[in-house]
């Protein structure tokens, strides 16, 4: 099992910055892929941002460009820092980790946080 804890949402203006993180622990690896999606109210979860066992990463089109996904294996953590917020960005976000055969497809990460809130205000 692998329990995954994020942290670092709030409230925060449109054009605002942010740095969500997600720490790792128990059964890690450093060969999972890390990605985040993200829930709006009334919405599905979206896929945003992946990055693989060898540090590649691919972002969902409404986020390119303005956020960044990066990890530390020493600290079995990723992070996504995210300039130039959206009123639309708004939701809870969540980490996961897996072997993923579609990085945008949630289904196929094995492991889920409980999600942080992003709030952006206009």
């Known amino acids: 099992q692998v329990q995954l804890v994020e942290s670092g949402g709030g409230l925060v203006q449109a054009g605002g910055s942010l740095r969500l993180s997600c720490a790792a622990s128990?059964?890690?690896?450093?060969?999972?892929?890390m990605g985040w999606f993200r829930q709006a109210p009334g919405n599905e979860r979206e896929f945003v941002a992946v990055?693989?066992?060898?540090?590649?990463?691919y972002y969902a089109d409404s986020v390119k460009g303005r956020f960044a996904i990066f990890r530390d294996n020493a600290k079995n953590t990723v992070y996504l820092r995210m300039n130039g917020l959206k009123p639309e960005d708004t939701a809870v976000y969540y980490c996961?980790?897996?072997?993923?055969?579609?990085?945008?497809?949630?289904?196929?990460?094995?492991?889920w946080g409980q999600g942080t809130q992003v709030t952006v205000s206009s």
């Open positions: 990055i693989s066992r060898t540090a590649s990463t």
């Open positions: 996961a980790v897996g072997y993923p055969s579609d990085y945008v497809r949630g289904h196929d990460y094995d492991y």
């Open positions: 128990g059964r890690t690896s450093t060969n999972y892929a």
